[in-house]
Structures are given as structure tokens and as C-alpha cells.
């Protein structure tokens, strides 16, 4: 349900505060809308590889006790 809301991409020069919806296109000023929700992660993190093994660790460790 997250990825269905979205948000008039020129909000912030066209209204006074976000315009949230579930349609392609605003229903107040007809422009385009973007999905609301942020990404997940980043592909391009340079530490993803350190925090991915620090979770797989932990893991390890919680089902060994």
C-alpha cells in the first residue's frame, strides 16, 4: 500500500503543503505525481557491504544461544 500513495511533484511551488493522493496525476493542479515513499536504500552505499555482514553476524549469533 505504501508505493500506491503519491504526491504532486510540484508541491512546493504550486501549494501550500503536500497533496497526497493515489491517482497519476494531481487532482488540484493536473501535474505529474512521484511516489512518497523514499527508496529502501541506496545503491550506491560504500557501507552497505560492512552494515549487510554486521546483520548477518548478528543473526548467527541470536540462533547459536
Not at 511551488?13 to 493522493?21: F, I, K, L, Q, S
Not at 529502501?40 to 548467527?60: A, E, H, M, S, V
Amino acid at each position: 500500500m505504501k508505493s500506491d500513495i503519491r504526491v504532486c511533484s510540484r508541491w512546493r511551488a504550486e501549494h501550500d503543503r503536500p497533496v497526497y493522493t493515489l491517482s497519476s496525476t494531481c487532482p488540484e493542479c493536473g501535474s505529474d505525481t512521484e511516489n512518497s515513499a523514499p527508496a529502501p536504500f541506496d545503491p550506491d552505499d560504500p557501507y552497505g557491504k560492512y552494515r549487510r555482514r554486521l546483520k548477518r553476524k548478528r543473526r548467527r549469533e541470536r540462533d547459536a544461544e
